[in-house]
């Protein structure tokens, strides 16, 4: 599923073929379920489980998050184990997530991430809110959460989060495929892997997006396999029929751009360079240099 797309794409003459996890091949070293990662009473950080292990396997997610079960298949769930804390008096739950690849496991937690969260220093990547923590790392999604927004909630999450990142194994950098976007003027902990839908579009699967700063507005650049994607945007209400002339100093493969304009997503600007589909939200004439620049590294 994720990143199987991108395997045989050649970029800079170097073959991304098996590529997985952070630009190395995932060598199948990950084979414990993901309870042996939830610890138990730990006396020297006053930590104590209060309750047993469970763990729900595939389609049983639903009678652990009903409701919200589809999205975490989309991107790849295996299972998830889950025991109750204690830290003095305060209860939380921790839940380990593992998914069948580390683009899985990224992609949830992008989905999952709230704008403007704060950025928490674990594993891949995390964030924080008053009463909870995730973090991603390798095949799993690391949720420990309290069930109220009190001092000591944010106190036993912080003694916890720490032996989590280190008791759960995997890489701790992000999905390979990000190396074929541009570092220059990225905005933080923005990067996001979509499987399924991007923009509204139920043929437009597996994109990876990033967002920059460029001359004081944001754009949001996006990559995908090319396949025929291209051509079932170009028939969709949105797309006004012609690549306007504004756009033709974008270097694009000839012929193999167009413009799709939406009343939520503005002008987005997408073309074809060899084997992949790239793209802009937010497009504006003054950011051609920028385009061109980061198309020209796509050959």
Same mark, same amino acid.
């Given at each position: 599923?994720?990143?199987?797309?991108?395997?045989?794409?050649? /970029?800079?003459?170097?073959?991304?073929?098996?590529?997985?996890?952070?630009?190395?091949?995932?060598?199948?070293?990950?084979?414990?379920?993901?309870?042996?990662?939830? =610890?138990?009473?730990?006396?020297?950080?006053?930590?104590?489980?209060?309750?047993?292990?469970?763990?729900?396997?595939?389609?049983?997610?639903?009678?652990?998050?009903?409701?919200?079960?589809?999205?975490?298949?989309?991107?790849?769930?295996?299972?998830?184990?889950?025991?109750?804390?204690?830290?003095?008096?305060?209860?939380?739950?921790?839940?380990?997530?593992?998914?069948?690849?580390?683009? $899985?496991?990224?992609?949830?937690?992008?989905?999952?991430?709230? =704008?403007?969260?704060?950025?928490?220093?674990?594993?891949?990547?995390?964030?924080?809110?008053?009463?909870?923590?995730?973090? /991603?790392?390798?095949?799993?999604?690391?949720?420990?959460?309290?069930?109220?927004?009190?001092?000591?909630?944010?106190?036993?999450?912080?003694?916890?989060?720490? /032996?989590?990142?280190?008791?759960?194994?995997?890489?701790?950098?992000?999905?390979?495929?990000?190396?074929?976007? =541009?570092?220059?003027?990225?905005?933080?902990?923005?990067?996001?892997?979509?499987?399924?839908?991007?923009?509204?579009?139920?043929?437009?699967?597996?994109?990876?997006?990033?967002?920059?700063? /460029?001359?004081?507005?944001?754009?949001?650049?996006?990559?995908?396999?090319?396949?025929?994607?291209?051509?079932?945007?170009?028939?969709? =209400?949105?797309?006004? $029929?012609?690549?306007?002339?504004?756009?033709?100093?974008?270097?694009?493969?000839?012929?193999?751009?167009?413009?799709?304009?939406?009343?939520?997503?503005?002008?987005?600007?997408?073309?074809?360079?060899?084997?992949?589909?790239?793209?802009?939200?937010?497009?504006?004439? $003054?950011?051609?240099?920028?385009?061109? $620049?980061?198309?020209?590294?796509?050959?």
């Amino acid at each position: 599923m994720a990143g199987k797309l991108f395997r045989l794409i050649l /970029v800079a003459g170097v073959a991304l073929s098996g590529l997985m996890c952070g630009g190395e091949l995932d060598t199948g070293e990950q084979t414990a379920r993901a309870v042996a990662y939830l =610890p138990g009473s730990i006396d020297t950080l006053s930590v104590q489980q209060v309750s047993e292990a469970r763990t729900f396997v595939g389609d049983s997610l639903w009678e652990y998050i009903n409701g919200g079960a589809e999205l975490y298949h989309l991107y790849g769930f295996v299972e998830v184990a889950t025991a109750d804390y204690r830290h003095g008096e305060t209860e939380f739950i921790v839940d380990v997530y593992e998914f069948q690849s580390c683009e $899985g496991a990224f992609g949830l937690f992008s989905s999952l991430r709230p =704008p403007g969260s704060q950025r928490a220093n674990f594993g891949v990547d995390g964030f924080s809110t008053s009463s909870s923590l995730d973090f /991603v790392k390798g095949r799993y999604l690391i949720r420990i959460t309290g069930f109220d927004a009190t001092p000591q909630t944010g106190e036993a999450i912080n003694v916890l989060a720490p /032996v989590m990142a280190q008791l759960v194994p995997g890489r701790t950098d992000l999905p390979a495929v990000f190396g074929l976007f =541009p570092d220059a003027d990225a905005i933080e902990a923005s990067e996001c892997f979509i499987a399924e839908a991007f923009q509204g579009q139920s043929f437009l699967t597996d994109v990876y997006c990033r967002s920059y700063r /460029v001359d004081e507005d944001s754009v949001v650049l996006f990559l995908t396999e090319a396949a025929d994607k291209l051509t079932r945007w170009s028939n969709t =209400p949105d797309f006004d $029929g012609t690549l306007p002339t504004a756009f033709s100093g974008l270097t694009f493969d000839e012929g193999k751009a167009i413009e799709i304009t939406s009343d939520f997503y503005g002008v987005t600007v997408v073309g074809q360079k060899g084997r992949l589909m790239a793209g802009v939200i937010g497009y504006h004439e $003054g950011i051609d240099d920028f385009m061109n $620049g980061w198309l020209a590294t796509l050959q």
